[in-house]
């Protein structure tokens, strides 16, 4: 499994489990404002493309494989998901938080270990 669907498989990806730098999602605004006004592009090392939506208020909806929900939430310099939908999922998934607006890429780790790209794409 790859994709938004093993990033929220542990996620917990997309906060809760406290330790999170107090600030939540007022102090990610300003570095996380293009994935506020887009959408975040997951492909995995099998070429499957999943889609993320973040949202100010901490949540965030998720299209892989299913569809999901949860919350998310900075931590340091992370950002952790919590799923709470289709299955509630106690544990956050951190990863660390990139700076970038549309087109900007980078390489990442899935909760389970799998190489993904996660791309910010134009449009929700």
Known sequence: MTGLGVILLVSGM???????????????AGLLEPAFRNTLQITGSDGRVS????????????????VSSGVWRLRGDQLCFTQRRPIPIPVPYCTPLVAGDV???????????????IEIVRGR
Do not use: Q
Not at 52 to 63: E, I, K, N, T
Not at 109 to 117: K, N
């Open 14 to 28: 997309l906060a809760g489990g406290g330790g999170d730098d107090g600030g939540g999602a007022d102090a990610a």
């Open 51 to 66: 889609r993320m939506w973040l949202d100010r208020d901490g949540v965030y909806r998720g299209h892989g494989r299913r």
């Open 103 to 117: 087109g900007t890429r980078w390489n990442a780790r899935s909760a389970t270990g799998d190489r993904v790209v």
